[in-house]
């Protein structure tokens, strides 16, 4: 009897630990970007010598309107957000793996759409965006 019990503890306790570590569950929630972690690499136009005369102050504005920005993804497989100009958008997303893809209700033809990775430790999700020979990388942060 009381092995029997034993093993229905370790049992609900695992199920427990594998509930918390559900990455989809861990997506759920409000994210905010890390601008800090914010790096780019400019290719061929960072060269450029103009460019380069203005590109920290660039970026530091977009550190700075980054702050503006949130998405909220929901257990419903849609998400929400504020894009850094205050425009609000929204669509669905899909987990495999780590790989989180969003797929917007509207497309700016212009807008790349990001590749994003949830980290194990489901706080923070790393973003690639590429167009036009710019890469962006950065963090996202859950906050709450």
């Not at 920290?56 to 100009?85: A, H, I, R």
């Not at 797929?103 to 167009?131: C, E, I, R």
Request: aromatic share 6%; proline share 6%; charged share 20%.
């Amino acid at each position: 009897m009381r092995t029997k019990l034993i093993l229905v503890i370790a049992t609900v306790a695992l199920l427990l630990v594998g509930c918390q570590n559900d990455p989809k569950k861990a997506v759920i929630g409000t994210w905010k970007p890390d601008g800090n972690s914010l790096k780019i690499d400019w290719g061929e136009q960072g060269k450029n010598p103009q460019f380069q005369a203005i590109k920290g102050q660039y970026e530091g504005k977009m550190k700075e309107s980054l702050n503006k920005m949130t998405v909220t993804f929901k257990e419903d497989g849609t998400y929400t957000g504020t894009d850094p100009d205050g425009t609000n958008n929204g669509g669905k997303w899909t987990l495999s793996g780590n790989n989180l893809t969003v797929t917007p209700d509207t497309k700016k033809t212009d807008s790349p759409t990001p590749t994003l990775t949830v980290q194990p430790d489901g706080k923070t999700m790393s973003a690639h965006m590429a167009q036009q020979g710019v890469t962006v990388d950065m963090n996202f942060v859950k906050s709450s």
